[in-house]
């Protein structure tokens, strides 16, 4: 079974991801394939599993999407454009993975100045979703979000609990710009300026940027995100890292109430 799809390049999401080079964010693809898919096949996604990012799609691209059952619960997918596949993985009406350890209670004062650190992110505009950090340390990130009523992912005013996946990659490429912050011995304590000089030579490292590569599972416990103005909490987790590459779990919810949960895979790219 096949079908196939374009992500125009009027999408609101694509204006702030990225400005000037615009890529279709991992959640809005996979918001897409489950919404196709559940009309296709009269049933509800909760889980994506072993998901690759091969490769970045960009908007106006023909996207053709074969996929298959492998069991009654799993549809394998694959996501191709002219002929070369991008993106592969399955998706799931049953959750098999337990909720992470990673309480939603943390602190929640204002630790960083957000508004300096999207200035070394790629995302603009309202694609900039986090509203501040709260705590963080060499392994795990602790961040909140007001759930804007004009959040780019929307769909019909409706916010698809796909969009944990761009919430939970903003707040991996915040840690780790502040471990690079770090690294190069720059003070991060209340509202600093993390723009950090990228030069060469002995104690100095460039600010890395990171992208969602993977996806072991991602699950989701309700269909939507909460209404606007209600605050979300993203807590993230370094479970695995090696050079240029970290695997994190993440949970995303409110009111010490987890609506998704997930381990996605995160390469670090050193900016020029």
Partial sequence: MFFEFTISDQ???LSGHFPGRPIVPAALLIDELSRRMAQDLDQVFCCAKLVRFVAAIKPNQTIKVEYARKNTHDIRFQCSVAGEVLTRGMLSTQIDYPVPDLPLNGETGHLINIDDLYQNLPHGGSMCLLD????????????VAVRSSNNPLNREDQLSSWASLEYAGQAFACHGLLNA???VDVDINVNVDVNVERQSGPGTREIPRAWVIGIKYLVCHRQFL????QNLTIVARIIAHQQGAASYQFSLGSDNKIFCFGQVNVAFDLTE
Avoid: N
Avoid at 132 to 141: N, P, T
Avoid at 226 to 229: A, G, H, T, V
């Fill in 11 to 13: 999408h609101p999401a």
């Fill in 132 to 143: 501040h950090i709260g705590s963080y340390d060499r392994e795990s990130i602790h961040c």
């Fill in 181 to 183: 912050a770090t690294d």
């Fill in 226 to 229: 909460p209404e606007p103005d």
